[in-house]
Structures are given as C-alpha cells and as structure tokens.
C-alpha cells in the first residue's frame, strides 16, 4: 500500500520561502509522476505543479516563476519550493501520485 506524508508547512510572513516534501511509502513505490494541489478556506482543491517519468514540469499560472517541483528518487521524496509567497496561496496542500493516491496534506499560511 502506498503512503504519502506530507511535511514543511507552517506560519510564513508576505515574500517568505517555504520547502515542502512529500515522503512516499510502500512496496515497489515510485514517485513518478508526482504533482502538488492545494485547497484554500472555503475554496475547491486546485493543481499546483507536476514533475512527470520524464522531468516534465507543468505548472498553476498562478505560482509560475515562484514555484519549483523537484525529487530524490534515492530518498522517494518531492518536494516544492515555494518562494515568493503571497496571501493568496495560503491553503492545505496535498501531494498526489499517478492521480490516484493523496496524503493528508500540510497547512501552509501566508500572513504578516
């Protein structure tokens, strides 16, 4: 069974940096394929980036050129560079595998 964890989040001021990771688990696991979403207060979840098999990257116009998606294929973690953080990207953000299984997220908060 695979398990994603979620870790980095917290309490961050306008302009600040933060470095998620998600920790993959289980059995043969590979985190190919591997993308972030989020969900603010009272809002749906949206996609934030994608690093595919290939090193492909896609991401969310709203967090391009502040956002980086990168992974530790050794250690079976991705992570997410965020810099450059406004208000509007506080949310839960989820890490995703193959668009089937999703960790529990992290609580990310953007306030001065």
């Known amino acids: 069974q695979v398990q994603l964890v979620e870790s980095g989040g917290g309490l961050v001021q306008p302009g600040g940096s933060l470095r998620l990771s998600c920790a993959a688990s289980g059995r043969s696991v590979s985190i190919n394929n591997m993308a972030w979403h989020r969900q603010a207060p009272g809002k749906e979840r949206e996609f934030v980036a994608l690093?595919?098999?290939?090193?492909?990257?896609n991401y969310a116009d709203s967090v391009k050129g502040r956002f980086t998606i990168s992974r530790d294929n050794f250690k079976n973690i991705v992570y997410l560079q965020m810099n450059s953080l406004k208000p509007e990207d506080t949310a839960v953000y989820y890490c995703n595998l193959r668009g089937t299984y999703w960790g529990k997220g992290t609580l990310v908060t953007v306030s001065s």
């Open positions: 690093l595919t098999s290939t090193g492909h990257t």
